[in-house]
Structures are given as structure tokens and as C-alpha cells.
């Protein structure tokens, strides 16, 4: 055969094994400095970098380097995440905590602005972002609803890297009266 009759010329073949190559070898890893710097930085910009991490359960929330660089977490490292990168991009972030019946408690981080909430099980999804009302039973309602199960109660918390604690602001129990939650007077 001809080099002119073999459709694998010398740029194409090239430009093949470029893309072969570039598709075997493991993206670099975004870091905490790149979320707080890259622009345009939305919630849904900062969803799309999480799509093809590993769904690995650790007991312990980790270092958001680590996740990053490992790319394997679970809702908590995202939430938490979340909430800091995107709290220190101007949004109005809330981290909720959902316990659930028959099922391991789950956390989002809700955002105002997008009446909407980041969900780890959703980081890989075109929709990336589920919509929900403001308090904390709204968004427990939702990611129940997600799970097809009920939830039993559900917290807004804070967490620092710093102190690497959970601090639970307040507490909804789904059969105490709505009107008694806490945020009921302030999504009014």
C-alpha cells in the first residue's frame, strides 16, 4: 500500500497516539488555591469539577487537599468543600446534615442564590445542581426523596478545616411542627 492509500498518514498518526496517550494518562489534579482562584467560579463550575471522583466512605472528613489529590470522597468532603470555596466566592452557603431511616446520614451544601444544593451523588450528572426551598426540612424533604426513603431529622452545621469539627446550629425534627423550626419565620 501507497502512503497515499494508508489512512494513517504521519500527522494523523500523530495526532492518534497524542489523543491515545492523553487518554491514558490521569488528569492533574485541581487544588483548594485553584478552586478560590479560577474564574468563572459557580456552583455549577465547581460541581463539574468533581465528576469522575470515587465514592469512598471515611470516617473522618478529610484534608481538602487530600481529596483532591486522591480524587475519592463522599458527601461530607464535598459538602464541606463546597461551602468553603463557594462561601469565600460570595455565595450564601448552608451545609445540611439528613439522617434518614434505614440509611447513613447524608450532607449537602445549599446555596442561596441558586435556591439549589450540591449533592455528591449528582457531581457526574448534566444536572448537577437539585433545586429545593431554603429550610433546612425543604432540603431534608428533597434529599430523602432523592434516596427514596423518609428522613428522621435533619441539622444546619458549620465546619472548619481548622478546628475539624462539626458544629450542628440547629435541629429539625420532620414530626415536630414546621411553624417551630428554626429558619420557618426567616424563609417567610
Not at 21 to 46: D, G, I, K, Q, Y
Not at 51 to 67: A, G, K, S
Not at 142 to 160: D, I, P
Request: with cysteine.
Amino acid at each position: 500500500m501507497t502512503a497515499a492509500g494508508n489512512r494513517f498518514t504521519a500527522p494523523r498518526l500523530v495526532a492518534a497516539s497524542l489523543v491515545f496517550a492523553l487518554a491514558l494518562s490521569p488528569l492533574r489534579a485541581v487544588t483548594v488555591n485553584e478552586l478560590l482562584t479560577v474564574s468563572p467560579m459557580t456552583p455549577r463550575h465547581f460541581a463539574n469539577y468533581f465528576e469522575d471522583f470515587e465514592f469512598v466512605l471515611f470516617d473522618q472528613v478529610q484534608d481538602p487537599e487530600v481529596f483532591l489529590s486522591t480524587q475519592r470522597g463522599n458527601c461530607q468532603d464535598y459538602a464541606i468543600l463546597g461551602d468553603y470555596v463557594l462561601g469565600r466566592r460570595g455565595y450564601d452557603t448552608h451545609l445540611v446534615h439528613v439522617r434518614m431511616v434505614g440509611q447513613i446520614a447524608h450532607d449537602v451544601c445549599y446555596i442561596t442564590q441558586s435556591d439549589s444544593f450540591l449533592d455528591y451523588n449528582l457531581r457526574s450528572y448534566y444536572r448537577n445542581l437539585e433545586r429545593s426551598g431554603p429550610t433546612v426540612r425543604e432540603i431534608a424533604s428533597r434529599v430523602a426523596e432523592m434516596f427514596k426513603s423518609n428522613w428522621t431529622s435533619a441539622s444546619e452545621f458549620t465546619y472548619t478545616y481548622e478546628e475539624g469539627v462539626k458544629r450542628m446550629t440547629f435541629t429539625v425534627v420532620k414530626t415536630d411542627p414546621p411553624a417551630e423550626d428554626p429558619d420557618y419565620r426567616a424563609a417567610k
